[in-house]
């Protein structure tokens, strides 16, 4: 089916709180590119771990559904950001296209953190180290892919935790990369936790290709049962992690750590206070404007 496209122009100082007011306002996908039309050949998808787009002016784009939902989230995101545009935003009929191959052709092999490469289906790094672990990831339209500074900053952390025996709980699980990278690290099982029906989907085929399927649940909110989770991530957004607060917390084991993204760095501070009297919080991990908060569970 068609997609509905909205575009505009925009400092690029301002791409993130952009990109993450789309986010919230229902788009499927954000691709952040250079306005102008000469630099089309530098596209970038998501920003790469520790890069920041060097272009004054960048344009943004997002995907909507093109039925009702969609246009009216369409237009409220346009009326929204029309005073952050330098350029009046613009809402088109985007034709089919399989996306989730045109993005793949765009992506490579990367690394995270020592251990770590996330791998475009059948592709693999040039050297490959005996103790490499490979995550082969389609991503379809449920994003996680490793190229957004807040997937990039949970897969390093993921890499450095002793995950061995342990039990994880991945809220906000995408296309299910962080839970399968936790298994691919030794988490003895997963649970992977998402509302959204398509990144359900993204994650049970995912988990299938990696062959990491029978460590794995993967439910929706409202279905799952109650755990006390060794490790928690969730790689949201603020306001959601505000409100899931509680119940991340009601969670986590006498003993958890929790790993917080999707966070801009200036609502780095809210998000901590609201786990600091159950979470010893550590000082936030940045990417460009992004920021990672780490805990460890307090005695009760």
Known sequence: MPWLQLALIADRKQASLIEAALENGGALAVTIDAANDVLVAEQILEPA???????????????????????????????????????????????????????????????????????????????????????DLDPGLAFGTGHHPTTALCLRWLDGLPLQGLTLLDFGCGSGILSIAALKLGARYVFAVDHDRQAMGATVDNARMNGVMDRLTVTHPEQMSSIAADVIVANILAGPLLALAPKLIELSSAEAQIGLSGILAHQASQVAAAYAEHFMMQPPEIDSDWVLLTGKRLPR
């Open 49 to 135: 771990p520790n890069v920041t787009p060097l272009w004054r002016r960048v344009r943004i784009t997002a995907l909507f559904d093109d039925d009702p939902q969609g246009t009216m989230q369409a237009e409220n995101a346009a009326a929204a950001l029309v005073n952050s545009s330098l350029a009046p935003p613009r809402i088109s009929v985007l034709d089919d296209r399989p996306w989730e191959r045109v993005w793949l052709e765009e992506l490579e092999p990367m690394r995270f953190g020592r251990r770590l490469w996330v791998c475009p289906h059948g592709q693999r790094p040039e050297i490959i180290d005996a103790e490499n672990l490979i995550i």
